[in-house]
Structures are given as C-alpha cells and as structure tokens.
C-alpha cells in the first residue's frame, strides 16, 4: 500500500511536466501576441518591440520554456504579464474560492445524484423514475452557461430570494450563510449536468444488483427494504459510482471555469479565462497546473477508495 | 407494504438537510453602509497604476486615485487646469511650463512638486531612471517619444522638452499615462506598487479583494472639493445578466457597458436611469488605399455610398453608436461642421463603380476581428457591410480573427477591407488624424493601416502640429477632413454612444466624453 502511494505520487512529476509541455505549447502556438493585445490598435512599432523583449517573448521557444520550468521547480511561477503579481500568489488566493464550489458541486451532484438513481432503481417507471429521466436528459444537454443565467433569472432577479453574483455581500464582512446564499445558484448549476449522470449510471447499476440473487436471498431472510437496497445494493453499486465521481471531479474542475464566469465566482476559473484573453502565459500556466494537480491528487484518492468499498482490491 | 415504507423514511433526512440548508441561506440582507456606491465593471481592472494599463476597467478606476497636470471638465473634453495651475508654451513650441498648485498633498503625505512630475514621466522613458525597471509602460512611446526632457526649474515649476513641436502635447498630457504619482509610494512598493496606487485624487486607495472588488474611500483633503461619497466599490461582473440583475436587484448602484439589447429594457424599468453620450471613438472599415482596385477614389467613394450605415446604427447597434462623417468626434473644436455622410445610395455605388471600370464589380477580403476593445460588434457590423457590398456587385469574404492575431496581421500591407476603431480619449484631432492617416504613419511603422496618403493632408496636418492657436489649428484640420471625406480612404461607421445605467439614489452623474467614469460627482440620495 505505501509503496503504491509512493509509486502514485512519483508518477505525478511525469503528469505534470506533461501538462506543462502541453499547456506552454497550446498557449504559446496558438495565434494571439500578449504584447499586441496589450498594447492594442493604438501601438507604435517601437512599443511593441519594447515590450516583446521585456516580457522575453523574443527568445526561441525552448528556451523561454526551460526557463520557465526552471522557476517552477524552485516554486517560483513567476509574475503576470499583465497585473505584474506573482502568479503563485495570485492562484492561491483564488484556489479556495474554487474548492468550496467544486466540493459543493462534487457533494451535491454525488449525494443528489445517488438518492435520485437509488429512488427511481427501487421503483423503475415509476412516475418519479420517469421524472427524473426526463429531468436528467435536460439537466446533460442543458449548456453551463444557460442554466446558470436561467437560474440567476429566475431566482434572483424574478423571485429576489438569492444574490446574482460574487462569494460574499457586496459591501463585505459576509458571514457562512451569506456564502451559502452566494454558492447555491452556481453549485447547482454546476452539479447538475454531473447530477444526473451520476443519477442514471446508479440507477441501471442498482436495477442490475437488486435483480441478484443474493438480493433475493436477502429478502427472504426478511430483511427490512431499505437494509436490503442501501447495505447489499448501494454497498455493492459504488465501485462504478465512484469511478464516474472522480471523472466528474474532473469535469466539475473545468465546468467551474464558466459558472465562475457567469457568477463572478471569484475563483481560478474566472482568473484563467482574464488571463486567456489576455494572453498572459505564466498566469495561465499556473493556473493549469494547480488545475491538473487537483485533479491528479483526486484521481488518486478514488483509486485508495476503492479497496475500502471492495476488499478484494489490493494495492501492490 | 411497510418495508417500501421505511426506505421512503430513510430518504427524508436527506431532503431535511437540504431544506434546513435553503432555508438558512435565504435572503440575506447585508447592511448597506451609508454613503457607499457600488459600481459594476465588465472586467476586473489589472492594475492600478494608469501609466501600465491600457484597458478602461484600469483606468476608470486607477484613475480616481491620480491625476494630470491638465485635465477635463465634468461634461467636455476641453483643456482645463489639473494639478498644474497654468502654464506657458515657448514660441518655438518646444517647451511647456507649468506652474504647480501649492499645498497639494498625496495620500501618502509626499509633496506635490516638481520632482514628483519629473519621476512620473521619466520613470517611463528613461532608461537609467530608479523606476524604470520597475514596471512595463506600454504607451511610454506613444505619449512620450517626444519628449527629450523634464526639467525641474522650482519646486513648483516645471518644464516639458520637447524633439519636436507638437501642438497636441496638452491633450497628452490628459492620458492616464501622464498621471502624477507619488514618488515615494513607487519606491516603496516596488513592482508591486500597482496594487497599492498612491496619487493625489478625490479618492485613496483602500483595498482590493482580488476577483472580488477594489474599495476606494474619500480623500478628505482633496484640494478641489471633497467627494460627497464616503466610499466605491467596483465589482467585476463579466456576464451582461449578471450586471444587469444586480443593477436591479441592489447588489450595484451603477453600471457602464449596457448591452445594446438591454437598453429598450431599461429604458422601461422604473427603478433605473439611463445615461447616454457619444465618447471619442470612431468605428471604421479601413480600405487599404494602395492595393487595386481600391487605389481608385471612385470605387472608394462606392464603397460608402453601399453601405447602409443608418441601419447598422439602428439595427446592429440599436443606438449604441451615432453616425459618422469622418474621424473627429462632431462638436468638438476641430470637427467640421459642414462635413456630409455618404447617404445610402446602392446605385450611385454601382455607377461609380462602372466609371472606375468595374462595372460587374469584383471579389474582395474583408478581415474582422471577433472582438475587441472599443470594436463594438464587429461581427454583425461587418456582416450587414458585406451584404450592402454584394448588393452593388462587391462579393466580400469575411475573414474573422481573434483580436491578438487581428492586430498583429494589420501590421502589414496586405490588407484590402478591415474593421477597426480608435479611441482618443481627447478630442485633438492630432491625436486620431495623425497617427492613422498620416502617411508618415503607414504600417508597420504606424498605424496607418489604410495606407493612405495624400500630400496636401500631409501638409494640412504638419502645419497643424506646428501651430499652437486653436482657431489657426481648427481651420487646417477643417480642410483636411473635406480632403478626407472626399478621398474616403475608410468607410466612415459610427462614434460609440456610452451607456451607463443606475439606481435611483444615484444623483449628479455625468459620462464623460473621453470614457473617463467620473463618480467624484456622484452623492447619493
């Protein structure tokens, strides 16, 4: 088991290098000069070249690379482009604005997600099974960006029972239920696409066990209903259903980069896409690699959750 | 059936916690400090200081926390005194003194004086200055190339050097760029002065929660009035619904930047005003006027004529932008007031283009960029031109770039029709005439990107530089602009009429001409 989670945690150092390779290069080969947006339509030739050399854009790719990575190594991501802060600074600052939505999305698409396939699997076709299939064929095909404006439409605007956007109160000072007021229109937009496949992946994997024989078997022994769902089903559905969570962490991680938009969640989401439209690399590049590392580190902690929920699984 | 029944009751703890959790977070009420504006940004600023910024988020509120030495007033782009109390230029244009109002203090207590102008500007173009390196200015040639010095004559004089006469050097001298800072706060702070912006406003600094908001409270000392506000707060909202439910909901006192389909709606809500004016900008599709067929002034001139600018003004723009006879700003001093739109008129388009020998017209690119700062809705705009122009034999490609390589493609001269616009900030036409059509100016060098070039302009507009009375100055730009607007090296489009919209209380609110956010004049009711 240790020396899995050695392995694990080694095998990092190549994932993000990767990332990093892969993200510098997508940034800085895809069409759009910092120094020109910048600078805008009113710059002067001379300017331009100014800044290109102080923002060391004028060194070959490789080497602007190498020194970049450098500094990484040494925990330095070096300074924005364009708001002159160090980066690392900087993504921290927004990373905890990240988590608490990501984590509320994560818990409320999982928790939300299982009661509704738990529900609809023990009574299939029911009305309420139907309900939610069609509330989930919605919930899949429904962009990020329109259920969050349509929620903020009618929660906020029409109904005035929830604040359109930020993390706290305008004025500041916020207390947990001002931020709880704040997150519940972006954790729902958030969670719902990701709801409603966890809902229907735990639904057909609950169908398929509660048609065992050892259901049965249970049964006869005249164990109570919801025993025989949540300890012999549930217990038994999870190994998939947490397969498909840790995915959806993934997911969630990146679908927050729109809601945060949308909802001026002042996370790494919203700094990333600033620093996107102003080609500002090292902000970005930091940005990703936190990203990455999240996600990374997550995908791991399924993985040890899974000899937990099934013991014949070994770590070797 | 019981055992249905007890899986039902296990459910219901779930369903309690969620209520439990709506119910306590809902509907806060916040405490509303008194005398506290909230103001809605489309983006969050980058930085603080207006010298390393280029963007108007930046600037709108770095701006409140320092000044110029000449500035606007409240409702014009007019030159008036700022921090200099007035000043003289030598005969030779050349050289631009200024006396220093007395007792003017920074936040941070620093005097206002002439070593404190000196460092503001030279720590931008002197490369051995201390603060030089302390940060990246990227208008330092733009606004400053001219300059040769800054000369400290006395604590409160001080003198611009200039390489050349340049009559338009007091309307640089209004740029964010040419902001007095406090020279001990840049030293202080370093790089990371930005963040911590110390100047001599109606507003201080006070904080800045990152992706959140910018707090800026009253300057008591303020040398000219003190605000009536206690206190800004800028909130970044990117998402137009969001800005906008806020502005309704209470979450925003004001907001600028209203989509041209949410105005009508506005317009009718009776919680909100809305307040319109035409900023010093001008929306163009450039021609490059050295590439055929395009170096012929008729098929120029056939171009204006088919393009129906009153509907993109109404249609597209939905009155977001007026119509454009040429590139100054119209009532401002050196507009021509006797100038002509080209009217609509697809037939005088089509005989211009038989006389020029192109009788079944011809194919032609047009590059656009998806978006950009001040480029209004280049997409829908450019698409309706393309339709007017296929309608009199001109079929048009429209290439569509992402702003960063737009800029960078127009660097060249292989352009034939582009979408572009310019905002001055001032309303010297030095500042919008000379850089783009000047043919001193042609790109790479400049931004010329019409490649236009006409003598006499040249002239008209050399002479202009060079003579510092206004009224001498107007006339030549006056002729120069009925040279333009008979030359039609662009396809004149539209100004951008700005909109802000605000609460009820909000009172004494101006848009100001150069996209300036002015909310010193606010109080609130």
């Known amino acids: ?316 | 059936m019981p055992a249905r029944h007890s899986f039902s009751s296990m459910m219901a703890p779930a369903m309690i916690v969620l209520a439990l959790a709506l119910s306590l977070a809902a509907l806060p009420v916040a405490a509303q400090p008194a005398g506290t504006l909230l103001v809605g940004l489309v983006a969050e600023p980058v930085n603080l200081d207006p010298a390393q910024v280029t963007d108007l988020n930046s600037n709108r509120v770095g701006r409140r926390v320092v000044e110029t030495l000449v500035t606007f007033p409240d409702e014009s782009t007019q030159i008036v005194p700022g921090l200099a109390e007035s000043w003289t230029i030598s005969k030779d244009g050349l050289q631009y003194t200024f006396k220093l109002r007395s007792g003017v203090k920074f936040h941070d207590g620093t005097p206002l004086n002439a070593e404190a102008v000196k460092f503001s500007i030279e720590r931008q173009i002197n490369t051995e200055h201390p603060a030089y390196r302390l940060g990246k200015y990227p208008f330092a040639n733009f606004f400053f190339g001219n300059v040769k010095a800054v000369e400290v004559l006395s604590p409160e004089r001080v003198a611009f050097l200039l390489k050349d006469p340049r009559a338009s050097f007091l309307a640089v001298l209004t740029a964010g760029a040419a902001s007095i800072v406090s020279p001990t706060a840049v030293m202080k702070w370093g790089p990371d002065y930005p963040s911590h912006p110390v100047g001599t406003g109606p507003f201080r600094f006070a904080s800045w929660d990152r992706g959140q908001r910018v707090v800026l409270e009253k300057n008591p000392t303020y040398w000219k009035y003190p605000a009536k506000l206690e206190r800004v707060i800028y909130r970044p909202i990117v998402e137009d619904q969001a800005r906008l439910t806020e502005l309704l909901t209470g979450g925003l006192d004001l907001i600028v930047g209203v989509p041209a389909d949410f105005v009508s709606q506005l317009e009718q809500n009776p919680k909100v005003s809305v307040l319109k004016q035409t900023g010093a900008h001008v929306w163009y599709l450039g021609i490059n006027n050295q590439k055929k067929p395009f170096d012929d002034k008729r098929v120029r001139q056939a171009l204006n004529y088919a393009v129906n600018k009153d509907a993109i003004v109404r249609d597209v723009l939905k009155g977001t932008g007026s119509l454009s006879k040429g590139p100054v700003l119209p009532g401002t001093w050196g507009a021509d007031a006797g100038l002509k739109a080209y009217p609509y008129d697809p037939e005088k388009a089509k005989r211009l283009l038989a006389e020029a020998g192109y009788p079944n017209g011809f194919t032609t690119t047009m590059w656009v960029p998806e978006s950009g700062s001040g480029m209004q809705a280049p997409v829908a705009m450019s698409t309706v031109m393309q339709s007017n122009l296929k309608a009199v034999g001109v079929n048009v490609t429209l290439q569509t770039m992402e702003w960063g390589a737009y800029l960078t493609k127009l660097r060249s001269k292989e352009q034939e029709l582009f979408a572009l616009s310019w905002m001055a900030g001032n309303e010297d036409p030095d500042m919008v005439m000379y850089p783009l059509l000047h043919s001193s100016q042609w790109t790479p060098v400049g931004p010329n990107r019409a490649q236009y070039k006409n003598a006499r302009f040249d002239d008209l507009l050399q002479q202009a530089r060079v003579t510092t009375d206004q009224a001498k100055r107007a006339a030549l730009y006056r002729e120069a602009q009925r040279i333009l607007v008979d030359d039609a090296p662009w396809v004149f489009v539209d100004h951008e009429i700005q909109i802000a919209a605000f609460a009820k209380r909000v009172q004494g609110f101006k848009l100001h001409p150069s996209f300036d956010l002015r909310v010193e004049t606010i109080s609130l009711k």
């Open chain 1, 1 to 316: 088991m240790r020396s899995y989670l050695a392995r694990r945690l080694l095998l990092l150092v190549p994932v993000l290098v990767g990332v990093s390779v892969v993200v510098f290069l997508v940034l800085h080969l895809s069409p759009g000069d910092p120094a020109e947006i910048m600078l805008g339509s009113q710059a002067t030739q001379e300017d331009l070249a100014r800044l290109r050399r102080e923002l060391g854009l004028t060194e070959p790719l490789y080497v602007q690379y190498l020194h970049w990575v450098t500094h990484v190594a040494r925990g330095d991501l070096g300074r924005s482009l364009w708001m002159k802060r160090p980066v690392l600074d900087e993504v921290l600052n927004r990373y905890k604005a990240t988590l608490v939505l990501t984590a509320s999305g994560l818990l409320l698409s999982t928790l939300g997600g299982i009661v509704l396939g738990v529900t609809s699997a023990v009574r299939p076709h029911s009305l309420l099974d139907r309900a939610s299939a069609v509330t989930s064929l919605f919930g899949a095909s429904m962009p990020v960006f329109w259920l969050g404006i349509v929620l903020m439409v009618i929660f906020s605007l029409w109904l005035g029972w929830l604040p359109a956007s930020g993390m706290w109160a305008p004025y500041g000072g916020g207390d947990l239920r001002d931020l709880l007021a704040h997150l519940i229109l972006p954790a729902v937009t958030l969670a719902a696409a990701s709801l409603t496949i966890i809902a229907r992946l735990t639904r057909s994997t609950m169908l398929d066990i509660l048609s065992q024989d050892y259901i049965r078997t249970a049964r006869a022994k005249g164990l109570v209903e919801g025993r025989v769902v949540f300890r012999h089903g549930l217990k038994n559905a999870l190994i998939p259903i947490v397969t498909v969570v840790g995915v959806q962490a993934g997911y969630l991680l990146g679908g927050a980069v729109l809601t945060e938009t949308v909802f001026a969640w002042p996370g790494v989401g919203l700094l990333m896409v600033q620093g996107i439209l102003a080609r500002d690399f090292p902000l970005v590049q930091g940005c990703v690699l936190v990203i990455a590392l999240t996600f990374v580190l997550i995908n791991l902690a399924v993985d040890l959750l899974y000899a937990y929920l099934d013991p014949r699984i070994q770590y070797e």
